[in-house]
């Protein structure tokens, strides 16, 4: 339609998409709220503006030509996508929207079950997640915020951490009545060990480097089950299929509820960690502040709460 634009204005385009809507200049006027010469005379103006006529005046009315149908379509088409972009605008501009990006595991289990008291607060905020389990780049995606499981320097160069690394291996209750004891990393070491699979780049702990820090043994994986997805991971601990590593702020839930028991004779900790991150700090919105200071709310409250579980 540029060509038509730079010859008609939209006022005429709609009175011609009126008009041929209802093959009528006074069906048109009585819709547009003007008279029935007024739209004659502007669809004749729009006529001699493209040089083709658009429709034949035929007995009580009239009826497109060949032109004026191709441009009725045009035209159409033309007002469909202007209305749905407007639509658009205005539901983004009544519900703001604020996209996170984290890893399944964090979303799965610390931020989703958190996620109805934010909407409970801010109704009106859209909440979008991206999520992956490999190595996340928030430069690349288009997110505001990305809540991440960062190394050492990260955190250490001003990102807010949510909690830090606290590892410990866990199973079924099951399991561990069938193979326990399990006090010694040895022990531990001999039973089957499900592994999440490690990418490129990765800075979370994984089975040789925890044996490393925990007893200094040259452990080789042999799992007998690996997964790329934590989830999956946590839901065969809890099938009794193996030990899984346990992340502190991730697993409690599933701690007090039973579902998995954990050896905190063997637990590791780390300053790596989760922590939160601005992926667009030139760029400021209700959304992003409102669910910004609700994820350290909530990472603050999980902390008060796990202090008093350990006072206890």
Known sequence: MSWIARAASPNSLRVFEAAARHLSFTAAARELRSTQSAVSQQVRSLEEQLGLPLFERIYRGVRLTEAGQALFVGVQEGFATIDRTIDRLQHRHRHPHVNILTDFSFAAYWLMPRLPSFRERHPHIDVRIVTNQGVLDWRTQEVDI???????????????????????????PGFLRQHGPIASPQRLAELPLLTLLAEQGQSWLDWPRYFAQQAGIDYLESSELTFNNYTLLIQAAIAGQGIGMGWRGLIDDLLDGGMLVSLP??????????????????????????LWAWVLDCAAEAGREKAGRTQA
């Not at 004779?265 to 409102?290: C, F, T, W």
């Open 265 to 290: 004779e063997l637990q590791i900790r780390s300053s790596r960690g989760y922590g939160l991150i601005d992926a667009q700090p030139d760029a400021s919105s209700e959304a992003k502040r409102a």
């Open 146 to 172: 990305a809540i991440l499981f960062c190394d050492e320097r990260t955190l250490a160069g001003g990102v807010p951490p949510l909690f830090r690394e606290e590892v410990l291996p866990v199973c079924s």
